[in-house]
């Protein structure tokens, strides 16, 4: 059992205070290219996925595991199609929480 | 239904985890309980677990709450099938574990098979130790298909430890008189901070408590509960006459008195100097 390389819950807003970590997200997928994918946080702000250059079919929500580059993008190391039935606000919240009043539980 | 059985009270008294009812009529429940008998099912974060205290033996506790079966969400990162086990490493993002699962019915093989690396999935196990590594021995696994459960499963550890804690922190803060963590029985309060009793998954003496949902009168007997609790109150050898009650929490001096009636019936309070003036059982 090993706790010493987790990935923080964050939403757009989040994501600049992990730089250079790991993070996970869930994002609403707006677009994709040839090795990324444009999405929108939970919290309606845009981020930049990159990833591997083979997209498979993607559904409306995604998680993305991966380093966080800038307060916008995500180097993505993997990525789940969440579904088209995902609720975004509990996720947001979720994030709220776990980067907030119980981060111990996290990381 | 008696020790470890999940039953439809216990749903509704405490969201869904608690697992058993141990009520019997007369059973001094408080005093005899020892860890074998209280069977938790505890929604945990590989970090809570990771960070669980140990006797040394293979009694984990996280929160005060001895640990017996935990429920985990995450994704399985390895996986490894012997036939007649499967070795995998689950993640969830706080962290990693190693889990067995043990394959000798059929069904168990079935229910494996159901499961491929790189799946989220909701297991139930047991926690175990072994030279100082703890692994988790599962004997219930499935897919996630619908991932909000990811985002229920963190909600529900947030919760529990949130009831966990303010639980044992009311009870410190109520006289003192029990100066341990949950190993230690406590008194039971079945209308103090949180809807059950103080003692976290267990709860109150006898049935009744149990009809909180059917109780219209529950909000206000459990406001006054926590208003006569306070250490002041606790300390006072008068008591509090119950118009100062009802102007303190701002409640109809009827409704107070209706409540107050329904708890001395109940046993958590008793009059003092004369029948307006009431004090809280608990250490009485």
């Not at chain 1, 929500?61 to 307060?71: F, K, N, P, Q």
């Not at chain 2, 298909?145 to 009870?171: A, L, P, R, W």
């Not at chain 2, 103080?198 to 059917?214: C, E, L, R």
Request: charged content about 20%; aromatic content about 8%.
């Amino acid at each position: 059992m090993d706790t010493s390389s987790p990935s923080a819950f964050v939403n757009g807003a989040l994501l600049r205070r992990y730089i250079g970590q790991k993070v996970r997200t869930v994002i609403q997928v707006i677009g994709s290219d040839t090795g990324s994918v444009i999405g929108k946080s939970t919290d309606d702000l845009q981020i930049v996925v990159r990833g591997p250059s083979t997209t498979p079919p993607l559904t409306t929500y995604l998680e993305v595991i991966g380093i966080a580059e800038s307060d916008n993008s995500i180097r993505a190391e993997t990525w789940t199609n969440f579904g088209n039935t995902f609720d975004p606000q509990n996720y947001n919240e979720l994030c709220k929480l776990a980067s907030g009043e119980f981060k111990h539980l996290f990381i | 239904m008696y020790g470890g059985e999940f039953d439809g009270n216990a749903a509704f008294a405490g969201g869904g985890f608690m697992p058993s009812q141990s009520t019997t009529q007369g059973n001094d429940s408080s005093s005899s309980l020892k860890n074998r008998d209280v069977r938790t099912l505890l929604p945990l974060t590989l970090k809570q677990l990771s960070s669980a205290t140990t006797n040394g033996e293979s009694n984990f506790s996280v929160d005060g709450v001895d640990i017996n079966t935990v429920a985990i969400v995450g994704r399985i990162s390895r996986m490894e099938n012997r036939i007649t086990q499967v070795d995998f490493v689950v993640d969830d993002g706080t962290g990693w574990v190693d889990c067995v699962r043990w394959c000798q019915e059929r069904q168990e093989t079935e229910e494996m098979e159901a499961v491929r690396l790189g799946m989220y999935v909701r297991l139930h196990g047991h926690v175990k130790s072994f030279q100082g590594k703890r692994s988790v021995n599962v004997f219930s696994i499935r897919p996630v298909t619908d991932f909000n459960e990811i985002v229920h499963h963190f909600t529900e550890c947030m919760y529990v430890h949130m009831y966990n804690t303010k639980v044992q922190g009311g009870s410190v803060a109520q006289g003192g008189s029990t100066t341990q963590a949950t190993a230690t029985p406590r008194p039971q309060m079945p209308y103090s901070t949180m809807p059950t009793s103080a003692k976290p998954y267990q709860t109150g003496p006898s049935n009744q408590f149990s009809n909180q949902i059917n109780d219209p009168m529950h909000g206000v007997k459990q406001t006054v509960m926590n208003y006569l609790n306070q250490p002041m109150h606790l300390v006072s050898e008068a008591g509090v006459h119950c118009d100062i009650i009802a102007r303190d929490l701002r409640i109809p001096p009827l409704q107070v008195r209706q409540a107050i009636e329904q708890l001395s019936s109940d046993g958590c309070v008793y009059s003092t100097v004369d029948d307006t003036c009431f004090k809280s059982t608990l250490n009485a």
